[in-house]
């Protein structure tokens, strides 16, 4: 004998519990449901308030008093079988996709955008009149919160086919039929409707007040778009780009806002699905890079979710996002041609949201580099005003510590520390044959910075070796050099593992960046420890080879090895701040005692005097 065949025992409640809660975001949206279900009510009576035709009211009423909120419509009204099914529709599938395709039709749209009144009330009331036959008799259905509902002959006929919808809310929700609650919502979500939407409160003398009937800002003149987008997003736009995508039906205006906001993403945009606003922060429509503007949108023939609060997910929509995207790179071009003084605000507004648009379409990185300036060793510049050969930095510190030093041996830093300044730099390197870019690499600087020669090299060997007897113990190298400018004393090299060297010298296009080839063979041996590298230009180092008392050398010398580290960002502990601060008092203390000043001290600050005595002739 085969197993029976059993049912699923079914919780209505818990259905309707999960779908009003699960499905919408917050039961402001309830206000919306009711709207929409009376406008859709009203269009499939026979009108459409996309042509002008004129369509008859939609009525709110408040009643604070009693707790509720009623919605009336002169629409296609319903049956008392039509009303059955209700529920039943709801809770035939449980699946989000079925759900959305239930809301292409009216029946399954008035259910589920009646669920969402369940988020604020245990009961709903909906008397209604069928316009389909003459005859049909006023039907009341009654829905509870516990998941069941009756159907019944309305105690009173309704003088004309339409429907009422009449919401008791729960004592703890009672704000959310507040007269100035229902009104704003009614306002932000159906201003766009061309069908006549009114709020009024019961009892009240006072003429209804129209929520609907705007227009849509893409329809209006700029200075009256400029308007909307203040009322909207709060900012008056520095410039707008209107949008269209006709085979979709979708039409808008992307208003660049007139400052930035860093470290923040796309706030999301105003999107509207046959004039009803659907959702006030979405990022669906517009792509990511779009950082520099807020969109409103009319989403045209592109579907939404069951809850109607965002777009679902279709090749229709990627379509219309990289076509919206493509419209808003083209403004930006024709902003720059037809309006040169707010391109040149927009692009000291916004240099991050175009280096993000360049690095995200190829397409743009030509116009980016035309356009956007950057802050180089040499100035502001723009990369098609760049040399040949750059490197950049992608950290501020790092820029302004050795931008002095690439300029002074006649290379060229860019400050890439952006976001994605590093990627567009290296895009665009790799995108055309005029420039190359490369990362700033200080090791591979300081290979080709100049030794001293001459009569300096004994100096130089004097000085290294003093250096070396106080900064061995301390694992930190030596290096000797002279290179401009002589104010930059002195340089830290990171510690460093060995590094590869390229077998041929040609197959290194970088090796002449500053002069020199790279090295054929194996690679040299490398020490691996942190290096100081004094300058030997530094007046202030050459006094290291005179003849010093050795505590005041030895306190120089750990003083010029903090002040690199100092220089480098890197933040000195305990130990190092202590030894800086005897580092100091060492050379203050010789420096009071002219004893120990040595006839090359005096020579040298002589020298230095006469220099600045013979500058300042100069300069008079």
């Known amino acids: 004998m085969p197993p029976a065949t059993e049912n699923f025992q079914v919780d209505l409640r818990g259905i309707v519990e999960i779908l009003s809660h699960n499905l919408y ?57 039509e009303a059955r099914s209700l529920l039943s529709t709801i809770g035939a599938s449980s699946k989000r996709e079925e759900l959305a395709a239930a809301r292409r039709e009216f029946l399954g749209q008035f259910g589920i955008g009646l669920l969402s009144c369940f988020l604020v009330a245990d009961q709903i009331e909906v008397t209604s009149r069928s316009a389909r036959d003459p005859e049909a008799r006023t039907m009341r259905w009654v829905g509870r919160g516990d998941g069941t509902f009756t159907v019944t002959a309305a105690p009173e006929q309704l003088a004309e086919p339409g429907t009422e919808v009449r919401v008791h809310v729960r004592p703890d929700e009672v704000e959310w039929v507040g007269a100035d609650r229902v009104t704003r919502l009614a306002r932000e979500y159906a201003s766009l409707l061309t069908v006549p939407i009114t709020v009024a409160v019961a009892g009240d003398p006072a003429p209804p007040t129209v929520v609907s009937g705007n227009t849509a800002p893409w329809d209006l003149p700029e200075p009256a778009a400029a308007g909307w987008c203040m009322d909207a997003f709060g900012f008056t736009p520095l410039a707008s780009i209107p949008l269209h995508v006709p085979m979709l039906g979708v039409r808008g205006v992307a208003f660049v806002t007139p400052q930035a906001t860093p470290g923040r993403g796309r706030a999301g945009d105003r999107v509207f699905s046959h004039g009803m606003s659907v959702a006030s922060d979405n990022t669906q429509l517009v792509p990511e890079w779009v950082a520099f503007a807020r969109v409103a949108l009319e989403a045209g023939s592109l579907g939404l979710t069951a809850s109607r609060e965002s777009l679902h997910e279709s090749g229709s929509l990627t379509t219309a996002r990289e076509e919206i995207g493509r419209q808003i790179r083209a403004g930006i071009e024709q902003l720059a041609a037809g ?89 665009y390197g790799e995108s055309q044959t005029r420039l190359t870019a490369r990362a700033f690499e200080l090791t591979r600087l300081l290979e080709d910075l100049p030794e001293p020669r001459d009569e300096d090299a004994g100096l130089a060997e004097r000085i290294g070796d003093a250096a070396r007897a106080v900064l061995d113990p301390l694992g930190v190298a030596v290096d000797v050099r002279a290179f401009r400018p002589a104010t930059q004393l002195v340089l830290h090299v990171p510690g460093r593992a060995a590094g590869f060297v390229f077998e041929e010298a040609d197959d290194d296009p970088w090796a002449d960046l500053l002069g020199g080839g790279a090295p054929v063979g194996p690679a040299p041996p490398v020490d691996p420890r942190p290096a100081l590298v004094l300058n030997l230009r530094g007046e202030a180092v050459r006094a290291l080879g005179g003849r010093l008392a050795p505590s005041a050398r030895d306190g120089a010398i750990r003083a010029l090895h903090l002040l690199s580290l100092l220089q480098a960002g890197i933040r000195l502990h305990a130990e190092e701040q202590a030894g800086l601060a005897v580092a100091l008092e060492t050379l203050l203390l010789a420096a009071a005692r002219p004893e120990d000043r040595t006839t090359e001290d005096r020579i040298t600050e002589d020298r230095c005097t006469e220099n600045d005595t013979t500058d300042e002739r100069g300069r008079a």
């Open 25 to 81: 975001s917050s039961p402001r949206v309830y206000v919306r449901e009711l709207i929409q279900n009376a406008r859709d009510a009203v269009v499939a009576r026979g009108g459409s308030d996309e042509h002008g035709a004129p369509l008859p009211p939609i009525e709110l009423v408040v009643d604070p008093a009693a707790g509720a909120l009623t919605v009336r419509d002169h629409g296609i009204g319903l049956t008392e079988a």
């Open 339 to 427: 309006d040169p003084a707010v391109f040149t605000r927009f692009v000291d507004v916004h240099g991050q949201s175009l280096i993000a648009l360049a690095v995200a379409h190829e397409e743009m990185l030509e116009f980016v580099a035309r356009h956007l300036t950057w802050e180089t060793s040499a100035g502001l510049l723009r990369l098609v005003e760049m040399p040949s050969r750059i490197t950049f930095t992608t950290d501020d510190r790092e820029f302004s510590t050795y931008a002095p030093l690439v300029q002074a041996q006649g290379g060229l830093l860019v400050n890439g520390a952006y976001t994605h300044g590093a990627a567009m730099l290296r895009a």
